[in-house]
């Protein structure tokens, strides 16, 4: 069932707009900030904590000097898109494979464009070397990778690093950047028409290059995909989908936080496991908390003395389709990550799995059917309702 969200026509930046809004309201839970203004977004940032300080407050920030105030007045969270992009372009770069793990589970509704093309090694341009440009050489300067900037105006970023003069949309200035032999050119100007321009004219010089362009405005998107980009920077994209996560989906939030632990290994397993249960298709991630609202029946059967463990939720013989994989379990603010299949679940456990998308999870067929319950996981073979319960209530009278 879908709720239609309240709207109403006001200044988000007047404190009584947000009074008006229910940030004092019991049922309250948080507010995002996420205009194309980083100023308007510290003062709304600002005023909710100062009216409300237990509400968490969602804030995007472009500008290093904004969001460290964001931070001084307790933001809770603070979102900048090309800092979060060249994060992800680092995990490709040194974790490719926890790199496409991240990829689903982040995207799951929105998914971002990029080629099927390996990200190769050698020496990457970086045409535009303003905020996102900067994150993304800040990110990769210790990475070994050999990057050759190109800004319209290098004085203006009084940098020690040395930056040659142009736009990147001439040949000639791309020639002199080395982009015959380089291999991976960023197009990370804030000029839609430009970026597309340096990475038409890039592959008409070097047929090879992977590519990497900035989009600034929502509509141009199919544009960088008709030119071929290989992998394709949305700004909102970025904040919507981080934002969204954080409040929709908060475990998957600390499955991608934990998950920059694993080791290749550890990741390469995780692919495969995944792959098998979806046929290599895409998988979707479910929550279940084990409590009396979301699961009654496994709630009852470990009330009742029995015992339930991470396996029993993930897999059966009988429904080999709805098998899932445990990628989290957070207990008492502890987070345990791919918990092993004989660890004993508690009440009030929260547990993240992932699955197919064609078939519910046997964790969410077991939640509220005790009758499945009765016969997966205490093996009761009856199927006469009488027997059944004959065969339960003797099992029951033999539990301490």
Known sequence: MSIRPIAFNADTTEPQSLVAAGINHPNCRGVVAVTENDHTNLQIAVSAKLMNANVPVICRSEIEDEENNMASFGTDYIINPYRTFARRLSLLVNKPALHKVQTWFLNQHSPEHQSGRPLPKGRWIICGYGRMGRAIHKQLANNSIEMVLVDTNPDEWNDEHEIIQGRGTEASTLEEAGIADASVIIASSDDDANNLS??????????????????????????????????????????????????????????LRFSNGLTIDDTEKLIADIGQVTRNKSPVTTRLTLNRISAPALCKHMQSGRKLTVGDLCSHPLFPAARGIALLLYRDGNTQLLPDQD????????????????????????????ELVDTLINQNPHYIPLLRWITRGKAESRLP
Do not use: H
């Open 343 to 370: 660890v004993e679940l508690m009440p009030d456990d929260d547990l993240l799995f992932c699955g197919t998308r064609r078939r519910p999870l046997l964790a969410l067929r077991l939640r509220d059917n005790s």
């Open 198 to 255: 340096i990475l038409i004219t890039a592959q008409q010089l070097n047929k090879d290059i992977y590519t990497i362009g900035r989009v600034g405005k929502e509509a141009n998107q199919p544009l960088f995909v008709r030119a071929n980009c290989d992998y394709i920077m949305r700004r909102s994209q970025i904040v919507a989908t981080e934002a969204l996560t954080i409040m929709s989906r908060p475990l998957v939030s600390k499955f």
